[in-house]
């Protein structure tokens, strides 16, 4: 727990110090550059906690595994089936594990290289979209994404990857954002599910669309036998096929606590949604693609398999929330800036003992 506390100080007053010595570009969405060099700080403390732990995750000894059979391919154009061989599920993801194993079998190496290249895109991304910087670093802290990112690291990589790529969204380069969900699908094919995502999400937050989006996974959620019968359908032919009897079979949902960290902010930016536009009109594709998270995790309560899904879209309450807090008067600001401060370090406090296994912390050196 005392590193865990360690870090997010580091990553907090890393990230404020950056903040203070920036200056205003207004090429940047926020108008605000913090400085790239203190910016460093946060991102290596990141990157240095989630490299080095040893049997730490729900998942580790699942990808320990994952690595040394990748090591078992001749050479790297089997993965992509070329020659006799069946090609790999998600092949760029065991490409990276094979090229990592011609340096070393220790698979310490792919924890530490999957950490370096998702914090430095969700790091550079808030750079961008986060102000204050501070705050959206301290927000993937306290959001518990950066725990959870201890799991599922391959899909965390490409999440953080495409919340990068919100930029190409956001300014509609649909043909540059597509090229790099069809690279990140090597890596994880559900990334596939943001090529339709990037159509609903660029158009005004609450419209009709969205509304009857909204409806459609009420419904799911509601009908959910008869919903699972058809998403097992989609299913099978994805890499998350082998969860099809597990999914028949368990009933187990999302924390309901999670449910209302995620429709929290939704609220808010419902709201004070004109706010929010005369801040930044394209809040708007920001505000739709936590509505999607959120409607995931609706179906989460119902099992927490969908719950994965909502990694592609948790990561944008990251630039989300921190607006909040510079739309009213300064006091009003500086309290909520407090209470959010308070309120995220009590939950990430409260899921640590018992969500994704990241206690006991344990690192490389205590092997």
């Not at 808010?268 to 594709?285: G, I, N, S, T």
């Amino acid at each position: 727990m005392a590193v865990y506390m360690l870090n997010m100080g580091v990553v907090f007053v890393w990230s404020w110090f950056a903040k203070m010595y920036g200056r205003e570009d207004h090429r940047m969405p926020t108008g605000y550059r913090p400085n790239a060099i203190l910016a460093v700080v946060p991102l290596v403390s990141l990157i240095i906690v989630a490299g080095l732990r040893y049997k730490v995750g729900t998942d580790y000894h699942t990808y320990m595994l994952l690595y040394e059979l990748a090591a078992k391919y001749e050479n790297i154009w089997e993965i992509f089936g070329f020659g006799t061989a069946k090609a790999s599920t998600d092949p760029g993801f065991t490409a990276l594990l094979w090229l990592l194993n011609q340096i070393t079998h220790d698979p310490q190496i792919m924890f530490a290289t999957v950490a370096a290249i998702t914090y430095i895109f969700i790091v550079k991304t808030l750079y961008m979209f986060g102000r204050p910087f501070e705050l959206s670093m301290f927000l993937l802290i306290g959001m518990f994404h950066y725990y959870a990112s201890f799991n599922g690291i391959r899909q965390y990589m490409v999440a953080g990857i495409l919340f990068w790529a919100v930029k190409y969204l956001i300014n509609g380069n649909w043909v540059r954002y597509t090229i790099i969900v069809l690279i990140c699908s090597l890596f994880h094919s559900s990334a596939l599910i943001m090529i339709p995502v990037y159509f609903i999400v660029r158009r005004k937050a609450w419209s009709p669309v969205l509304g009857c989006l909204t409806l459609l996974f009420l419904a799911g959620s509601f009908l959910y036998q008869k919903f699972l019968s058809v998403f097992l359908v989609v299913l099978e032919n994805s890499s998350y096929g082998h969860y099809e009897e597990w999914l028949t079979r368990n009933s187990n949902g999302m924390n309901s606590i999670k449910i209302i960290v995620l429709l929290l902010p939704l609220v808010l930016a419902f709201c004070f949604r004109e706010q929010l536009r005369k801040r930044w009109p394209e809040v708007d594709y920001i505000v739709n693609l936590c509505l999607i998270g959120f409607l995931f995790g609706i179906l989460a309560t119902k099992d927490v398999i969908f719950a994965r899904f909502n990694i592609y879209f948790g990561l944008y309450q990251l630039i989300l929330v921190p607006y909040f807090v510079r739309i009213f008067e300064p006091k009003s600001n500086a309290l909520l800036y407090v209470l959010i401060l308070i309120c995220y370090f009590l939950y990430s406090f409260m899921l640590m003992p018992f969500d994704s296994s990241v206690l006991p912390y344990r690192t490389i050196f205590e092997r």
